[in-house]
């Protein structure tokens, strides 16, 4: 089982930076396909934000966070992180990452999730 561990959330203002981290903490050698982040505003459905494959490093990202945003990884480290720029009101939500294992199943493992707050 892996166990994946998110920090980094806080409150700024529009226009500010924040970066997150998540690491795999369970200290077993795990299979990792892609990290990826999401989020989740009040009364909004959880959405996709970005996404590292763990071996080539390719990245994928919503258009909402194109350009503003950038995912990276540490592979000795089993963390990955997401930097946030530029960031917008809108941008507020709680943010997971999560763990697909290999690419024949889903994102199976998450964080609990850290909040971002963006002031306009």
């Known amino acids: 089982q892996a166990q994946l561990v998110e920090s980094g959330g806080g409150t700024v203002q529009a226009g500010g930076s924040l970066r997150l981290s998540c690491t795999e903490v369970?200290?077993?050698?795990?299979?990792?396909?892609?990290m990826g982040w999401f989020r989740q505003a009040p009364g909004k459905d959880r959405e996709f934000v970005a996404g590292?494959?763990?071996?080539?490093?390719?990245?994928s990202y919503a258009d909402s966070v194109k350009g503003r945003f950038t995912i990276s990884r540490d592979n000795a480290k089993n963390t990955a992180y997401l930097q946030m720029g530029s960031l917008k009101p809108e941008d507020t939500a709680v943010y997971y990452c999560?763990?697909?294992?290999?690419?024949?199943?889903?994102?199976?493992?998450w964080g609990q999730g850290t909040q971002v707050t963006v002031s306009s």
């Open positions: 999560a763990l697909q294992p290999s690419m024949s199943r889903a994102f199976d493992y």
């Open positions: 369970s200290g077993r050698t795990f299979s990792m396909y892609q």
């Open positions: 590292a494959y763990w071996s080539s490093g390719r990245t």
